[in-house]
């Protein structure tokens, strides 16, 4: 009894003289301001330990400092979801039986979604994946503008349009960094193409560059906050841009005031004083594995490992460069994994699975309806011949760094048997492709002549015909690491789907893919729908658009030009795609996408922002708040929408504005707001767009400065770029 007495009086006196007189080291103590945290943890790392945490000591990982208990950092990619894991020291994957998630849409299919809302519910259930797993850094998102439509990464990116991937970045970024995962918004800058990306130098005005390059990383940084940036492997005024000052240190540090961690890409790091002066602060990557040089560690042959440290010792570079990339990173780790308060996660839940549906099922575009071909209720037809290896294909695999191990991904035949029942389906592969590979094409082995021979076999017994192709993220099919090589479709698809047309006029096409294609046949299909990467749920939310469930409400993120040659980035020949090998000029300059198409007054076979429904919208007379503004004010316009058609559905009002007397050319009109609308069949809602007239400005490169000019402007309501419903005119004043 005494012991117990005398044990319990122990505790009482430590429990409280402890919290009184051990004192918690700043660092470590969450009341104290993370500032001050951080100076502290600072002042008590050695020169070797700041060194070791400026790069990696594995694939996706570094190292932390262990004496002071402060973690590893560890990330993955990527933006659709998280990634397998991987070996310590290089790209095999891991192999484990717990490394499973769900494939959420690639980000063109978010982009298409023209939601905002869902793209704060993807972030938030992808962040809630990458916490459970362990991660402190989620690769993603990707915002390249889609400049060409061979580039092989378009598929990971938000589109040709720098508003919209600007309006929808920010809420995926707070919706990650709500979990203590950091977003980590990638490739700054200029990553707009695959072929050469390790060395190409990107030669663009500065306009372009603040009007259409940047906007998109800026939001992410001035409003979503991001605690990461990924720098790029190409050059910019022939540095390379993972250690640029002018990118790094004067836009993104300096005028953006971003007070986050700059990394490389994987192997973007190419010299150790640009590394330490311009703006780097974390390098991960380098070719080198950790196993194959010969020392004890290959790490420390990164630049800013081993051969930073010497320079600083020998006095050739201040210690000051690399305590400013410590307190980023450690920064970092207050908001990540040296927050006590963050939430633990969860993995591969139901409302997980809902998201990635309700995105697929939103970004869905239909693009050609002919007598009302789609929706194809259940029991309208009793043979349906589904062809096409893209309805069967996994497409959560592939495509390069943004590959996935999904738990399930549903493929679009199994969504249309279920949905049509077993009896009325009958599948022919038609054309096949080999298994996705990094850096190469492999073969199908498949005997082409037969699967074409079956599947028009198939196709002439039956009542309808969906083909599904596209693309496929095999290399040079919408993969990272080299572009397309034509605009055409790959796999024979085009003869093949001309055969079927011989046999049966009733086909619909359902194109997967993160770019835009030729569509020789177009005139020829009565139905067509661009769809994307989907992810887990593909299967489904197809079959439920296709099937009338969900009336689409997607809308194009990019134009589909006619030709390759009418778009912006092919117009002017090679020199501005692919260039040189060593420089590629972007000679179309702010006429990027919609803005080429629609000032040059090329028609597109597509154009952005375009996208049919199965019900039908009708606008009412749309006003202003006002006739007349100045620069601070915003204006705001309203217009009541009603659905007029025979099923709920989502409309996306969109605005383009024009400035009637600009000194400078500029694009005939750009978009600057947009909402997406869900009315019941009959509903009436009445849409405000808010504008601030700031966003009115363009970028006036002899000032260098964006300026607002006092003018008339054009506000244009629309449908799409090239359908606008109602204009209405306001004056700025000076
Ligand atoms: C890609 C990045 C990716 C990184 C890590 C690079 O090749 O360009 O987007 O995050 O690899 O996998």
């Given at each position: 009894m005494k012991e117990k007495i005398n044990a319990l009086l122990a505790l009482l006196v430590w429990g409280v003289a402890f919290p009184l007189f051990a004192q918690l080291p700043v660092y470590l103590?969450?009341?104290?301001p993370v500032e001050e945290r951080i100076e502290d943890a600072l002042s008590r790392m050695t020169l070797e330990e700041k060194i070791a945490m400026c790069h990696a000591q594995s694939k996706f990982s570094t190292p932390g400092c262990p004496r002071l208990g402060i973690p590893e950092i560890w990330m993955s990619d990527g933006p659709h979801g998280v990634r397998m894991e991987f070996v310590w020291d290089d790209w095999t994957h891991a192999r484990w039986t717990n490394d499973s998630c769900t494939a959420y849409p690639a980000l063109t299919c978010l982009a298409a979604t023209f939601n905002p809302e869902l793209s704060y519910r993807y972030g938030k259930a992808l962040g809630e994946e990458a916490r459970y797993r362990?991660?402190?850094?989620?690769l993603g998102p990707g915002v390249n503008i889609y400049r060409t439509p061979l580039s092989g990464r378009n598929f990971e990116y938000m589109g040709e349009d720098p508003f919209l991937s600007s309006v929808m970045v920010v809420p995926y970024i707070q919706g990650v960094q709500e979990n203590g995962v950091a977003a980590c918004v990638k490739h700054f800058v200029l990553n707009n193409q695959e072929k050469y990306r390790n060395e190409i130098n990107v030669v663009v005005s500065d306009r372009a560059l603040n009007e259409i390059y940047l906007p998109a990383f800026k939001a992410a940084v001035m409003q979503g906050g991001v605690w990461a940036v990924m720098g790029s492997y190409n050059r910019y005024k022939g540095t390379y841009c993972s250690h640029n000052d002018t990118l790094i240190n004067r836009i993104l540090k300096g005028d953006w005031k971003f007070d986050g961690v700059m990394l490389t890409d994987w192997g973007s790091a190419h010299d150790t004083d640009e590394a330490a002066r311009n703006g780097l602060d974390l390098e991960m990557g380098t070719w080198t594995n950790g196993l194959t040089w010969g020392l004890s560690s290959a790490y420390d042959q990164y630049y800013l490992a081993r051969p930073f440290l010497e320079k600083i010792k020998r006095g050739e570079l201040p210690e000051r460069l690399l305590d400013e990339k410590i307190r980023r990173i450690l920064r970092l780790c207050f908001r990540t994994n040296m927050n006590r308060a963050r939430p633990f996660g969860r993995k591969l839940t139901d409302e997980h699975t809902a998201v990635a549906r309700k995105v697929a099922e939103e970004g869905i575009v239909l693009l050609k309806n002919e007598n009302e071909f789609?929706?194809?209720?259940?029991?309208?037809?009793k043979k349906i011949a589904v062809i096409g290896e893209n309805a069967v294909?996994?497409?959560?695999?592939?495509?390069?760094?943004?590959?996935l191990k999904a738990r399930r991904e549903v493929s679009p035949l199994q969504g249309l048997i279920e949905k049509y029942g077993k009896e009325n389906i009958v599948y022919s592969m038609g054309y096949a492709s080999g298994a996705p590979d990094y850096n190469r094409e492999l073969p199908s082995g498949l005997d082409a002549d037969s699967l074409v021979a079956s599947a028009v076999e198939v196709a002439k017994g039956a009542d309808v015909v969906l083909f599904f192709g596209g693309l496929n993220k095999n290399f040079r099919q919408d993969c990272e690491g080299d572009d397309r090589e034509s605009m055409d479709l790959p796999y024979g698809q085009n003869e093949l789907l001309d055969k079927i047309l011989q046999v049966n006029p009733n086909v619909g096409v359902i194109l997967i893919s993160g770019n835009a294609v030729s569509m020789p046949w177009l005139d020829r299909v009565k139905g067509l729908m661009q769809s994307w990467y989907l992810g887990s749920e593909a299967g489904w939310a197809t079959a439920r658009v296709i099937g009338g469930e969900v009336s689409p409400s997607g809308r194009l993120p990019f134009s589909i030009p006619r030709r390759l040659e009418d778009n912006s980035a092919h117009y002017f020949g090679a020199r501005s795609y692919p260039g040189d090998g060593k420089n590629v000029y972007y000679c179309d300059d702010i006429l990027v996408g919609y803005r080429w198409h629609d000032t040059r007054h090329i028609d597109p076979l597509f154009p952005f922002g375009y996208g049919l429904s199965y019900t039908r919208f009708e606008y009412g007379k749309a006003h202003v708040d006002r006739s007349a503004y100045a620069c601070c004010d915003t204006v705001q316009v309203e217009v009541e929408v009603a659905n007029v058609g025979d099923m709920d559905g989502a409309e996306t009002v969109q605005l383009y504005v024009s400035q009637q007397n600009p000194s400078l050319p500029r694009p005939v009109k750009e978009l600057k707001g947009f909402q997406k609308l869900f009315l019941r069949k009959g509903e009436k809602k009445w849409v405000t767009l808010n504008v601030p007239v700031q966003d009115f400005a363009f970028y006036d490169d002899r000032q260098a400065r964006w300026v607002v000019e006092p003018d008339r402007y054009k506000l244009q309501i629309a449908t799409s770029s090239r359908d606008v419903r109602q204009t209405v005119e306001v004056v700025v004043n000076p």
């Open positions: 103590d969450d009341s104290m362990g991660k402190d850094i989620i789609f929706p194809i209720q259940p029991g309208r037809y294909k996994k497409l959560t695999e592939g495509g390069g760094s943004s590959e």
